[in-house]
C-alpha cells in the first residue's frame, strides 16, 4: 500500500473518534434523560428539567459530544503538532481575518438567497431542516454551541488534525482540498456541506498561511457569530 493511501486511511482516523464521541455522548445522553424520565417525571424540576432538555437537547448533547472528542484530540494534536514557522500576527492581521470570516458569511447569505430563487422547494426542505434544529430563533445554549464549541473542536478536527496528518504526504492543494471536503460531508446535509467545502478551503488556506490554528479559529468563529446575528435580524 502506497504512503499516500496510508496517509488517507489514517486521515479518517479523526473523523472516527469524532464519531465514536457522538455515538459515546448520544448514549449517555440517552441513558441519562431515561432515567430522569423514570424517576423525576413527577417531581417539579424534574419536570421543569426535562422541558429545557426537550427544547435545549440538541445544543446539550453537542457541546457534551464535542467536548468527549476535544479532550483525547488536543492531546493527540499538541503531540504530533509539528513546529512550524508562524506568521506575525499584528493587529492588522486580526482585523483582516475578522473581515474574511465576515465577508465569507455575507457571501453563504447571498447564496443561499440565489439557491432559494432558483431551487425553492429544496431549499424550503433546508429551511425546515435548521428550524427543527432551532437555528432560527437562537437560545442561550445554541450560541455557545455555534460560536465558542463549534469553531474550536471542529478547527482542531479538521484543520488541526486533517489536514496536519494530510501534509505529511499530499502538497498542499491536494491535503486542502481533501480536508474541506471531510469538513463538508461532517454537516450532513447537501446545501451545508456545500458552503462548508467552500469554508473548509478558506481556513485550511488560514491556519496553512499563519502556521497556527488559532488564525482559522478566529476565522470560524467570527463566521459563526455574524450568522447569529444575521439571523437576529431577518
Known sequence: ???????????????????????IGSGGYVIGTGLLT????????????????????????SIISYLLFFLPA?????????????????????ISLALTGILLQIG???????????????????????????MGSPTLLSVIYVVAVAP??????TRGLCLGILKNSFPFWAANLIQAFYFGALH???????YAFLMGLVLGYVAHRYGTLKSSIYVHFIINLSGQLLSLLR
Open 1 to 23: 500500500m502506497g504512503k499516500k493511501v496510508k496517509t488517507l486511511l489514517f486521515s479518517l482516523m479523526p473523523i472516527a473518534l469524532f464519531f465514536i464521541a457522538q455515538i
Open 38 to 61: 423514570g424517576f423525576f417525571h413527577n417531581v417539579g424540576w424534574g419536570k421543569k428539567l426535562l422541558d429545557f432538555l426537550d427544547q435545549e437537547g440538541i445544543y446539550l448533547l
Open 74 to 94: 488536543i492531546f493527540w494534536y499538541k503531540n504530533r503538532r509539528k513546529s512550524a514557522a508562524r506568521k506575525n500576527m499584528t493587529i492588522l492581521t486580526w
Open 108 to 134: 453563504i447569505s447571498y447564496l443561499l438567497n440565489i439557491l432559494y430563487i432558483i431551487f425553492p422547494d429544496f431549499m424550503n426542505h433546508y429551511t425546515e431542516i435548521m428550524e427543527n434544529l432551532g
Open 152 to 157: 474550536v473542536t471542529e478547527e482542531l478536527l
Open 188 to 194: 450532513m446535509n447537501l446545501v451545508q456541506g456545500a
